[in-house]
């Protein structure tokens, strides 16, 4: 069988093909390299908290005119609520220097069939934080699905991812 012109100029070509496609240059070789940012995108535009090695977040949303700060719990991606048995937990705050404490309990929502002891919502109301648009706070503890979270370090309205 005599090889047609079509198949020859197709098996010349095939090499340059592969060498063709192998040639990345290093400037592309290095940016794929690089680690991938992770980030989280807050549901309600609030300050993320990580807990853990990413396992859940903290979402804080606070309303100045209100002086309220609500806290939702969200898994580690902060796409789902997170349920918590939790009644409430506590922030300790700085504020102008001078130490302030919240405690966020566990907020009760009909709608979603929420209860306290049952809830990915927390609330808590003081009039600092009518006024206080940035402070240093640690979150004291919170149990989230037989895991305990303690001494948790974030910046309001930074949070505390690092990345």
Not at 25 to 37: L, R, T
Not at 59 to 73: I, Y
């Amino acid at each position: 069988m005599k090889p047609t012109p079509r198949l020859l100029a197709i098996v010349l070509a095939f090499p340059l093909l592969l060498v063709a496609g192998c040639g990345k240059n290093s400037a592309d070789a290095s940016a794929s390299a690089k680690p991938h940012k992770h980030e989280h995108h807050p549901p309600h535009g609030g300050t993320p908290v990580v807990l853990g090695d990413e396992v859940y977040h903290l979402e804080l949303v606070r309303d100045p005119a209100a002086g309220k700060l609500q806290a939702f719990v969200l898994d580690g991606e902060m796409e789902n609520f997170i349920r918590s048995a939790a009644p409430s937990f506590e922030i300790d705050a700085t504020v102008d220097g001078a130490p302030q404490v919240l405690v966020l309990k566990a907020t009760a929502n009909p709608a979603t069939g929420e209860t306290v002891g049952d809830s990915a919502l927390f609330e808590a109301q003081a009039d600092w934080l009518k006024t206080a648009n940035d402070f240093d706070a640690t979150m004291k503890s919170i149990a989230i699905r037989g895991t305990t979270f303690a001494d948790v370090k974030f910046n309001f309205p930074k949070g505390n991812d690092t990345d």
